[in-house]
């Protein structure tokens, strides 16, 4: 039984145009081709990315951080308060107004009270400034030097100018040693962070980005196993392009470098447009889902390879409205820009800020028979 869907799964018609199959991609002639063993590669070498994350965390991005004047600020730290704590932990980390009376009563504490433990409370487990930019520094690290070791890979590949090239001899284009090490270094880059996604900062665009790194790593892994290698480097420079320009305004905007800042994050989503919402769809997409079919009929393989090459074009457009959003919010007010994605902290500011107001509306009568009237931020952006 296994043996028979095993053969069903690995069947030529599946993964391949008619007239070629498996048997292409066997070594002869001094040519070698890419084999599905392969990828068990990149395990190692996601492992060896984890390692050397934290080394460069601590050795690299830490000292840098210091360099740049990247500082936290000194939380205040909720008191214990078990009745508070389970309802935070167990109910919401917002309570609505009618909680707050309730826990009030339970607590013996005052509204403003309340309000304040919830806000000291939700700001403990916000990720700290710091570990922000160490996470920055490390993605703009890995993606400035993909970047520039992918166009030293493909800058003589006449795929890079002429996209229809990439099909010349398919499936029989024997595998460079360059392609072999872009690939694993890539794919295994990826894995780890998808096993690390869990313990980095989360920001709102969470479900979408495991999405993302889910069908990047099952994209490179296909186009590696069917030698769709050609056109699976041009989609890894093209997403390398603009992405180490978004880190790099990060790594700035945590430091309070306005201007430079807005500067990178502008050349970044000039880049993000031309190379995600252009060049992507209208010329490598074009060139894997369009052009093939003048010279195959369509193949399981050709529509889940392209099925997933939507997914990505998809996500893109999701994110290239986050980023228009940024952009028309800094412009006008010259203001820093603040990612769409990530939440904001509460300060200590606003709780005093509240305190201000709350006296001055005791003072000017609008306290009655006693009561402090409820000023809810539950539904606050945090």
């Known amino acids: 039984m296994l043996s028979r869907l095993s053969e ?11 007239g070629h199959g498996w048997a292409d991609l066997k ?11 392969d990828l068990w590669a990149t395990i190692p070498i996601a492992l060896c990315f984890l390692v050397i994350r934290q080394i460069f965390e601590r050795t690299v991005a830490l000292p840098l951080a210091s360099l740049l004047g990247v500082s936290d ?3 205040v730290r909720a008191s214990p308060n078990p009745v508070l704590e389970a309802y935070f932990c167990s109910t919401s980390k917002h309570p609505t107004q009618s909680s707050i009376e ?8 005052s509204v403003r009270q309340v309000q304040r433990w919830f806000r000291r409370r939700r700001n403990q487990e916000r990720p700290s400034k710091l570990k922000k930019f160490q996470e920055a520094s490390w993605r703009f690290t890995f993606y400035l030097l993909a970047f520039f070791a992918g166009l030293a890979v493909l800058i003589d590949k006449p795929w890079l100018y002429d996209m229809r090239t990439m099909w010349d001899d398919f499936p029989k ?8 090490w872009y690939y694993m270094i890539e794919l295994g880059f990826y894995i780890s962070l998808l096993v690390s996604v869990a313990s980095d900062v989360k920001r709102k665009d969470f479900k979408e980005q495991i999405i993302h790194h889910i069908a990047t790593i099952v994209l490179i892994s296909f186009s590696w196993l069917v030698n769709y290698i050609r056109g699976g480097t041009l989609v890894m420079l093209v997403h390398d392009a603009s992405d180490y320009l978004m880190e790099s305004a990060k790594m700035f905007n945590y430091a309070g470098w306005r201007k430079t800042c807005n500067f990178i994050f502008t050349l970044f989503a000039a880049v993000f447009i031309v190379t995600r919402l252009v060049i992507l769809p209208f010329w490598i997409i074009y060139s894997t889902c369009i052009y093939p079919l003048t010279l195959y009929p369509p193949f399981p393989g050709f529509y889940f390879f392209n099925g997933l090459m939507l997914v990505l074009q998809t996500l893109h457009i999701f994110w290239a409205v986050l980023i228009l959003r940024m952009v028309v919010k800094f412009l006008p007010g010259n203001d820093i820009v603040e990612d769409e994605r990530s939440d904001k902290e509460e300060t200590e500011s606003e709780e005093e800020g509240d305190d201000r107001e709350q006296r001055e509306k005791s003072k000017n009568g609008h306290v009655q028979n006693g009561h402090t009237p409820l000023n809810n931020n539950h539904n606050k952006t945090d």
């Open 173 to 180: 284009m024997p595998l460079l040693p360059s392609q072999y």
């Open 102 to 109: 309730s826990l009030c009563k339970q607590t013996g504490c």
């Open 27 to 37: 070594d002869g002639d001094g040519k070698v081709f890419p084999k599905p063993r």
């Open 73 to 75: 600020k000194k939380r």
């Open 8 to 18: 069903l799964l690995w069947a030529d018609w599946i993964w391949f145009p008619k």
